[in-house]
């Protein structure tokens, strides 16, 4: 059972990005899965979010309008498109899986993949 992040990069400022979290062992149905980053020297935080019961999407104050995410839960699969990219993105960034039909807090995850760096350049 386990999450793997995909699609970080280096990218320009004003560029984009698509992540992809791949499910193995499990299937996403039941699940929400969300997206997090830490930055060097921060905490960690919450990008967004997707519940696979009705597909309702949350988004952070900074992802909102630039970032979207979406599944395809035939592959069992969690995309996180992120367009107008800015340095201040750079994290890596964390795929996460809670048992539950609508997104929550942090501490409810309990299944993380390894992660994957975006460093956007200026």
């Known amino acids: 059972v386990q999450l793997v992040e995909s699609g970080g990069d280096l990218v320009q400022a004003g560029g984009s990005l698509r992540l992809s979290c791949v499910a193995s062992?499990?299937?996403?149905?039941?699940?929400?899965i969300g997206w997090f980053r830490q930055a060097p020297g921060k905490e960690r935080e919450g990008v967004s979010c997707?519940?696979?019961?009705?597909?309702?999407?949350f988004y952070s104050e900074s992802a909102e309008g630039r970032f979207t995410i979406s599944s395809d839960n035939t592959k069992n699969t969690v995309f996180l498109q992120m367009n107008s990219l800015k340095p201040e993105d750079t994290a890596v960034y964390y795929c996460?899986?809670?048992?539950?039909?609508?997104?929550?807090?942090?501490?409810?995850?309990?299944?993380w993949g390894q992660g994957t760096q975006v460093t956007v350049s200026s």
């Open positions: 062992g499990f299937s996403f149905d039941g699940y929400v």
């Open positions: 997707i519940s696979s019961k009705d597909g309702d999407t």
């Open positions: 996460a899986a809670d048992f539950d039909d609508y997104c929550g807090d942090e501490t409810d995850f309990t299944l």
